[in-house]
């Protein structure tokens, strides 16, 4: 079935650092994707998403490029901010049904 | 002017007690979705309604059925709580799966349930 793999967490940084957290894909046909954050103790906040190979999708100084050559989506950020701690989460939703399927989610920290 | 708004935010229940929560969404969207998030932040969708018609039912115990009176309210009832329901539940909208429907959710703050 269709799944999503993140990087194992915490991902320390200091602020100012670039961000990278990997993300890949196993889905049938051709899903959308999205990378969802949930700051402490709150719910889960879309950040960016693409729907089609080859878009990238961006927002808030972060990036993600929807790779199908192979089946990656990492997101990326030039400099973190001590307020961009929280738990980031990868998504896919495939054609054949509508739903979201997360990967296990990555903290960050940010340090000043 | 909250988007998709859940009640209540905070629920401590004991073993064996009924419970609801309430969802509702003012965005327009035709179908709302229930996620669980357990204890290790892994979320996975429990339900789906599109204009108040059952879509998805993944696996979920008969002890926790959905109801939506309309397509801007999915409320979950929990019968005989059991301690593994201790977790966070989440609501969503959307405007549905259809050909050409931005694909995105939008999700309310979430309902910790804690059972003791």
């Known amino acids: 079935g269709d799944s999503v793999t993140q990087m194992e967490g915490p991902v320390t940084l200091s602020e100012e650092a670039f961000l990278t957290i990997n993300c890949t894909y196993t889905a049938t046909g051709y899903p959308s994707l999205f990378w969802y954050v949930q700051y402490p103790g709150e719910g889960l906040q879309l950040l960016l998403k693409a729907t089609k190979a080859d878009d990238k999708g961006s927002n808030k100084g972060f990036e993600a490029t929807y790779r199908k050559e192979t089946t990656s989506f990492h997101l990326e950020k030039g400099s973190v901010q001590v307020s961009d701690s929280a738990v980031y989460f990868c998504a896919l939703k495939s054609g054949g049904a509508d739903k979201l399927i997360f990967g296990t989610g990555t903290r960050l920290q940010v340090f000043p | 002017d909250t988007a998709v708004s859940q009640t209540p935010k905070y629920l401590v229940t004991q073993m064996g007690n009924d419970k609801s929560i309430k969802c509702e969404q003012n965005l327009g969207h035709d179908t709302m979705y229930w996620y669980k998030q357990d204890s290790k932040k892994f979320l996975k969708i429990m339900f789906s309604?599109?204009?108040?018609?059952?879509?998805i039912n993944e696996t979920v115990p008969n002890r926790f059925s959905p109801k939506s009176p309309d397509k801007a309210h999915l409320n979950l009832h929990i019968n005989s709580l059991e301690l593994g329901d201790s977790a966070v539940y989440f609501c969503?909208?959307?405007?549905?799966?259809?050909?050409?429907?931005?694909?995105?959710?939008?999700f309310g703050p979430g309902t910790r349930l804690t059972v003791t």
């Open positions: 309604y599109n204009n108040k018609e059952l879509i």
């Open positions: 969503a909208s959307s405007q549905g799966g259809g050909q050409g429907a931005p694909p995105e959710q939008y």
